[in-house]
C-alpha cells in the first residue's frame, strides 16, 4: 500500500460535498496486479444516503471495492467535521491477493470458505472492522475474528443519530464488517487512552455481577473514596463523567486497561456498580478523565509509533471515541491537529465512535491509530 490518495469536504447535501471530494481526487492509474480500495465515512447527516453516495463514488472514481462506515463525527488530516453533510475518503492500492471484504456478520460463526481458505494461507492477519452498537454480539464476534483470522482487528462501533450505516462492498449494519488485510500490508497501530490511573491497584475480594462489595477485603465504597481523595469523596455527585473504573488487561505487556462507567452508588451498603461483569480475583484500579490527561497520553502514543516505525506513514485511519474530539478538547478540530502536528501531513481519515476496537477487545474512552508504512 504505497499509493494514498485523501479528499475530504462538507457542504449543504451529499451531492454537492461528493463533487468537492472528487475535484480533490487524482487516481494514479492501476497497476497490473493491483487492486484499488476506498476507506469511506460519511457524517449521520447524510447517513439516509449512504446507498447513493456508494453508487456515486464507485461510478465516478471506478473503484470498485470499499468501506467505512457513518459517524456521528469524522476525521481527516488536521480536521473533525461535525452536524453537517460531510464525506473523507482514502483511496489505495494493494496486490490483489492481499485483501478480502469481511460481509457483514451478525452472530460468532465460521467465516465464509473464501475468507477462511485465504486466510488460513497467510502467516498473519490484520482488519478494519466496523461494528452495531446496537449487537449485544459483538464483544464475542470480534474475539471470535481475531481467533479465525490468527489476527489483529482496529476499528470502532458505528455512531449515528440516524441509520448505523456500514459499507464492506455494500452497505450493511447489524453486525461486523470490513476489511481484512495479509500480513505483507505493512501497519503499525497503537491506543491511547483517555483515563489515567488514580491511587492503587486492588483485588475484587467480593462481587456480584457487576457490583462491587469488596476490594481488598473492605467495602468496596471506602477503598473508593480513599483513592479519590477528599474533595471528591465529600460530594459524590462531582464525579460522573471524571471518574471511571479500570480493568487491568491480564498478562498485557503495556499495562493496558479497559475503562468502565461508574453506574451506581449504594452508600448505606458500601457498595460500586460499574458497567462491565467482574469476579472475585479480578484486578481492578480507579482512573480519572481530563483534557490535560488525554492530551498527554495521546502524545505518549504517538511517540511510541513514531520511535517502531522507521518509514514515514504513507497513510492512516483513526477510530476515536464520541467523548474525546471536541468533548475533551473543544470545537477546533484540536485532536487531530495534534496527530498531524506530531507525524506530520499523513492522509488520514476515520471517525468518531460508540466503542473502539483493538486486537480482540472492545475499548471506551481511546483513540486507537494505524498507520500504513
Known sequence: MDRYTLAHAS???????????LAEIKRPEQRTGYAQIGLLYLTDNIAADTEDILAFLREQTGVRDWVGSVGMGICA????YFDEPAIAILITEVEENSYRLLEGTKNLKPLSEEISVWSSQ??????????????GAIPDIISGLADQLNGFLVGG?????????????????????????????????ALSQSCMPIGLRHQITACNQNVLIELDGRPALDVFKEDI????????????????????????????????????????QKMLAIGEIV???????????????????????????????????????????????????????????????ELGDVPLV??????EISHRRLYTYTGVLTLFT
Not at 488530516?77 to 473533525?80: K, P, R, S, V, Y
Not at 497467510?122 to 449487537?135: G, K
Open 11 to 21: 457542504g449543504t447535501d451529499w451531492k454537492s460535498t461528493a463533487e468537492q471530494c
Open 122 to 135: 497467510q502467516e498473519s492477519c490484520f482488519a478494519i472492522v466496523h461494528a452495531d452498537p446496537r449487537n
Open 157 to 189: 462501533l458505528t455512531s449515528s443519530r440516524g441509520p448505523l450505516s456500514q459499507i464492506s462492498g455494500e452497505v450493511c449494519d447489524g453486525g461486523v464488517s470490513g476489511l481484512v488485510l495479509a500480513g505483507n500490508v505493512p501497519v503499525s497501530t
Open 350 to 355: 476515520g471517525f468518531f465512535c460508540n466503542g
Open 229 to 268: 481523595g477528599e474533595l471528591l469523596a465529600r460530594d459524590l455527585q462531582r464525579i460522573e463523567g471524571y471518574i471511571f473504573a479500570a480493568l487491568p488487561i491480564a498478562n498485557s505487556d503495556t499495562g493496558d486497561y479497559l475503562v468502565r462507567n461508574l453506574v451506581g452508588i449504594d452508600l448505606e
Open 279 to 341: 469476579e472475585s480475583g479480578q484486578s481492578i484500579q480507579f482512573c480519572r478523565r481530563d483534557t490535560e490527561a488525554v492530551e498527554a497520553d495521546l502524545v505518549r502514543m504517538l511517540d511510541d509509533l513514531k520511535r517502531r516505525t522507521d518509514l514515514t506513514p504513507k497513510g492512516a485511519v483513526y477510530f476515536t471515541c464520541l467523548a474525546r474530539g471536541p468533548n475533551m478538547f473543544g470545537n477546533t478540530s484540536q485532536e487531530l491537529k495534534i496527530i498531524e502536528r
Open 77 to 80: 488530516t488536521g480536521q473533525e
